[in-house]
């Protein structure tokens, strides 16, 4: 993933009605990356990789077991997704 295409993911996601429906779109737009909706209290903590007015982009990097969020765009292998708190 590249900044470019982090920027057009925001994008998709702020102009989605709902998380739910963003989910889905960033499903289509960035396969094969995983895309999750989380709650925002879980990722409090982190940084996101990309925020708007409605919600933020989280990058996830896996071991093959254990997920993490990571600032890494080149280890992305999922986007979580969580409204704005």
Same mark, same amino acid.
């Given at each position: 993933?590249?900044?470019? $295409?982090?920027?057009? *993911? ?10 739910? *429906? ?29 925020? =708007? ?6 990058? =996830?990097?896996?071991? =093959?077991?254990?997920?993490?969020? $990571? ?15």
């Amino acid at each position: 993933m590249d900044a470019a $295409t982090l920027a057009d *993911a925001l994008a998709l996601a702020e102009a989605a009605p709902d998380l739910r *429906a963003a989910a889905t779109r960033l499903r289509e737009r960035l396969a094969p990356l995983r895309v999750v909706v989380v709650d925002a209290v879980d990722l409090r903590d982190e940084t996101p990789a990309a925020a =708007g007015e409605r919600c933020a982009l989280f990058l =996830g990097a896996s071991d =093959g077991h254990c997920w993490q969020v $990571t600032a890494d765009p080149a280890e992305a292998a999922a986007v979580f997704v969580a409204a704005r708190r």
